[in-house]
């Protein structure tokens, strides 16, 4: 579909993304073929873009992250960090919204809307830091889980399905207990205990990819293991593995949320779970505070889901057998 | 000895591997991380130093030996939990019923209505039901399950505005109810309408999505075109060939996910001050009390493991091509 | 007078609507099928055959627009009632599909595929009397009846294509169409599959219409042949002719691209057709074919062409056919007379 003649190397035989010579425009003297792949790569890249765009939900994630990351970064200017110190506080105990606190304020007076803002830079440096510590390490040990046989395979291929196992939340509990209650040691936990998801979906692509002849025809010409994995196996798992990291990214968001609100999180930062662990742990529910439960909450839903629809547009271009034809 | 049986026996031994290994990885866990362990014991509980001094004598015995004591009794039957006093054993057995029954109930709630609304969306995809119920269940996949149940906490339990409150704040029973007694049973059901409602929400989400994913993926085969071809009803064809066929992943995928709904329960547990393993957890936590949370981390871990082994076995089943 | 065809296309036209645009799979299809006859219908991927047979039984998607007329017995298929289309299906017209993996549900066994239908439409019928009429129409096909329990990953390719044709004559059909039934299997079991087709179909004296991108089989099993290009049919006559001393340069080559053995004619590497069929978006003016017709001429492109007959019997959608057999190669020796034996 769509292809006028195969081009060689890998890209070119992924069907999700089949690009026709005629795509590439070459100026000047014979490109070399590095210079061929970087602007084969660079087409792609486009390509993506332009189908990304078409993707009203995508683009919607999209929009709502940056708004959000704007935010975050702007924080400091938005709310002084001093406001969110709990001994200067000035606003009355738990209020309601009023002119001067739009979101009220918590139990020790401070602004719910200044904690708000402070609190979505803790939730997106966890989410994305996590993440991409976690999709490291996935993708080394998926690729080479997938790659490796003999002994050598089987014993990652155990070791992957041994960890598989182990439930997440209990495992982060544990570690986050033991370690100390840090924002570096939540991005720790978080990054060691996600790894086994990201892995074992490079597993199963790696031995997708691994079946397709150019790889044979890669070992036949005498590349070794490491330029296999890295220059063959490595750029076709990539996209996969690109669009299932900002789910990821939704994934640990939550669990951030959720290990904060436990108590695991860094008591001298702000952020949304712990904003709710504050309501719960002051009875906030039972005086009928919703400005204290229900913003936060809503920050959590928004973002996550911002990255899961981003997240579904990108699975939605990668994936080749969900484009609607018939 | 037929090839399901011996995919039954692969499979057992395959998880009795796995658990070997989260016995010894537990162990470890514990005694190779950073900090003083006598510290993490004891942090913040007042221990008499008689017991202070036997924990010392216990720790610094050679790992082979510690190693050895803890094979014999992963579950610490008899070592007491420092905060409650009392063997940590008799404190899970006392909250688990709790548990499942939570866990359970909402389990079969959220896979009964998840994949019917999976289905239909599926089925009708891309007119207006499909539109709402994806918006609806990526939603609830993006919230958080305790964050839904304050929620519910307040707008049922506590009222807000005109709306009273219809339900308990939490707890498994009134105090002063026979709990055995007919009224005993219905009241522990109206304590766990809010609680039930909220994990079924959450675990709804995720089947109702992987539902819908997997019957369209399904719905391109050929062979419902055949089947169309031969003169069924469209819900026929849908009853009887596109459904069991796309089922299987779900149905996988439900008891999979039934070792980690725990996470869930933790929390919600919390919200509503169920007396399950998940508040004990979080009073663990609040400790810490390390042994507790080890027992109950190794029973999560068995629970996740049995899960599978079932799911694998429920899949040859039902999918004859696996028995092969 | 006669009897109406069994099965009739009047100038049917078959879109699918699709996000980017239209796109026309079938550009006005004429045919006309006598009960009792066969008719091959060649052409590559994408020529239109498959979307035009499924319209004999109204399975095209819901995203594609039919205009013109889908007549079988006389009755419009597209006009029809559910309920009536519903006899229709399996009972008047059945379809052998391609029995690959996907084409039989893969949890159930092919016996009770086969019985289905059977219960549909005879729903009198008790499960000893359905469960009879099974293991004959496995035995008719040349399967043990045992094999009835098996699931169809437990067959055979070649196996599994015959329980497709088992299962098309289940509810004993008027007209039956068979989809590529040979693609995906090896010549010998194509041998053995066609054997079988036209055994049944002489036997219980159906109709029958054959799709297939190999003439030679057509050829063989058919007394009629349509080659289809592009959506539109670009020539009909009886099936040697077509294969032998095909008139349009399409069908020619085609048929060159099926090399026999032991014609010398065909010692040295058959001809292929290089380039692929126009995107079935991209409106053509003139004749579709001539960007890479091997004799076109200037007018070719700019005038718009269709089927005219050039002599009893035989239409082709050519300005200018050929005629004579292929001519011999340069170095070939004297041509011997060819038998139109196919595969």
């Known amino acids: ?326 | 000895m037929g090839p399901g049986t011996r995919y039954a026996l692969r499979s057992i031994a395959s998880g009795l591997g796995t658990l070997l290994f989260v016995v010894v990885f537990n162990f470890f866990l514990f005694r190779l991380l950073p900090g003083d362990p006598i510290g993490l014991y004891t942090r913040g509980r007042n221990v008499p130093p008689e017991q202070i001094a036997a924990l010392r004598a216990e720790l610094y015995k050679p790992i082979a030996e510690q190693f050895l004591t803890y094979l014999a009794n992963p579950l610490a039957t008899t070592i007491n939990s420092a905060r409650y006093n009392r063997p940590v054993w008799e404190l899970i057995c006392e909250r688990i019923g709790a548990t499942l029954l939570l866990v359970g109930t909402a389990t079969v709630l959220a896979a009964v209505i998840g994949t019917w609304i999976g289905i239909r969306a599926a089925w009708k995809r891309g007119q207006r039901f499909d539109k709402v119920s994806t918006a609806v269940t990526l939603t609830l996949y993006a919230m958080p399950e305790f964050w839904l149940g304050m929620l519910l906490l307040i707008t049922f339990g506590v009222g807000i505005g005109v709306l009273p409150g219809m339900f308990p704040i939490g707890g498994i029973r009134t105090p002063g109810v026979d709990a055995s007694s007919l009224a005993g049973w219905l009241d522990i059901v109206w304590h766990m309408v809010l609680p039930v409602t909220t994990l079924m929400f959450t675990y709804l989400a995720e089947y109702a999505l992987v539902m819908r994913a997997s019957l369209i993926d399904e719905m391109g085969q050929d062979y419902l075109t055949v089947a169309r071809a031969k003169g069924l009803l469209d819900r026929t064809v849908r009853r009887r060939h596109a459904v069991p066929n796309a089922i299987l992943p779900t149905i996988t995928l439900i008891f999979l996910n039934l070792g980690f709904v725990v996470s869930g329960a933790i929390t919600v547990e919390t919200v509503f001050s169920w007396p399950g393993l998940g508040l004990l957890s979080y009073e663990a936590l609040r400790g810490p009390d390390i042994a507790l949370l080890q027992a109950i981390f190794l029973l999560f871990s068995f629970g996740v493991i049995v899960a599978n082994i079932i799911a694998d076995l429920l899949y040859a089943v039902l999918d004859p091509r696996v028995r092969s | 007078m006669g009897a109406p065809p069994a099965l009739e296309f009047r100038d049917v036209h078959i879109t699918y609507r699709m996000r980017e645009g239209d796109i026309p799979a079938v550009r006005g299809v004429s045919l006309s099928l006598p009960a009792g006859s066969s008719l091959g219908i060649a052409g590559e991927s994408g020529s239109g055959k498959s979307t035009l047979i499924f319209a004999v039984l109204r399975l095209q998607p819901k995203s594609a627009r039919v205009t013109g007329k889908v007549l079988v017995d006389g009755e419009d298929v597209m006009a029809m009632s559910f309920n009536r289309l519903r006899a229709l299906r399996w009972a008047g017209a059945s379809i052998v599909f391609q029995g690959a993996l996907h084409g039989l549900n893969p949890i159930q066994r092919v016996g009770a595929q086969i019985a289905e239908p059977i219960s549909v439409h005879e729903p009198k019928l008790g499960r000893t009397e359905v469960g009879r009429r099974v293991g004959e129409l496995l035995e008719q096909v040349g399967l043990a009846v045992a094999r009835g329990r098996a699931y169809p990953h437990q067959l055979s390719g070649g196996q599994r294509q015959r329980v497709m044709i088992a299962m098309a004559l289940a509810c004993r059909p008027r007209i039956v169409v068979a989809d590529e039934p040979t693609t995906a299997l090896d010549l010998m079991v194509q041998a053995q599959v066609l054997t079988v087709l036209t055994d049944l179909v002489d036997q219980l004296g159906l109709t029958l219409v054959l799709i297939s991108h190999d003439l030679p089989v057509l050829a063989n099993t058919c007394r009629q042949a349509a080659v289809m290009y592009a959506g539109r049919v670009v020539e009909t006559g009886p099936s040697a002719e077509v294969f032998e001393r095909a008139a349009h340069p399409y069908s020619r080559a085609l048929a060159a691209a099926f090399p026999r053995i032991g014609d010398p004619r065909f010692r040295y590497a058959p001809a292929g057709l290089p380039g692929d069929p126009p995107f079935p978006a991209d409106v053509v003016q003139g004749c579709p074919f001539a960007p890479r017709c091997p004799v076109a001429r200037p007018d070719c492109v700019t005038r718009d062409i269709s089927l005219e007959q050039i002599a009893p019997g035989r239409l082709v959608a050519c300005r200018y056919p050929l005629v004579g057999s292929a001519e011999p190669r340069p170095h070939a020796a004297p041509a011997a007379a060819s038998t139109g034996e196919g595969a």
């Open chain 1, 1 to 326: 579909m769509g292809m006028r003649g195969p081009l060689p190397g890998p890209i070119a035989d992924d069907p999700g993304l089949a690009l026709a010579t005629d795509e590439i425009v070459m100026v000047g003297p014979a490109p070399s073929i590095r210079s061929m792949a970087r602007a084969r790569r660079r087409a792609i890249r486009r390509r993506v873009w332009q189908e990304f765009r078409r993707s009203r939900s995508g683009m919607v994630g999209m929009v709502a992250l940056i708004l959000f990351g704007a935010v975050a970064i702007l924080a400091p200017v938005l709310f002084p960090e001093d406001t969110l110190a709990v001994t200067k506080a000035t606003g009355g105990l738990m209020s309601p919204p009023s002119p001067g606190y739009p979101l009220g304020t918590d139990e020790s007076g401070r602004s719910i809307l200044a904690l708000i803002v402070w609190g979505a830079r803790a939730s997106l440096v966890v989410g994305l830091t996590a993440t991409m510590m976690s999709m490291v390490i996935g993708t080394v040990v998926g690729v080479m889980a997938g790659h490796f046989t003999g002994w050598a395979g089987v014993v990652l291929n155990r070791f992957l399905d041994w960890f598989l196992v182990i439930p997440f939340i209990p495992l982060a509990i544990v570690l986050a207990t033991v370690l100390g209650a840090s924002l570096l040691n939540i991005i720790i936990v978080i990054g060691v205990t996600s790894w086994p998801g990201t892995a074992r979906l490079v597993r199963a692509q790696t031995l997708s990819v691994s079946a397709r002849p150019y790889l044979e025809r890669a070992r036949a010409l005498g590349g070794g293991d490491l330029h296999q994995m890295t220059r063959h196996v490595l750029p076709n798992v990539m996209p996969i593995v690109l669009a299932n990291t900002t789910l990821m990214v939704a994934l640990a968001i939550l669990s951030e949320t959720t290990l904060s609100f436990l108590g695991l999180g860094d008591p001298l930062r702000p952020s949304w779970g712990a904003i709710l662990d504050g309501a719960f742990t002051n009875g906030a529910m039972t005086v009928g505070a919703w400005w204290y439960v229900l913003p936060p909450g809503l920050c959590v839903v928004a973002v996550v889901l911002a990255f899961t629809l981003i997240g579904r547009a990108l699975e939605a271009i990668v994936d080749p057998r969900q484009q609607e034809v018939r």
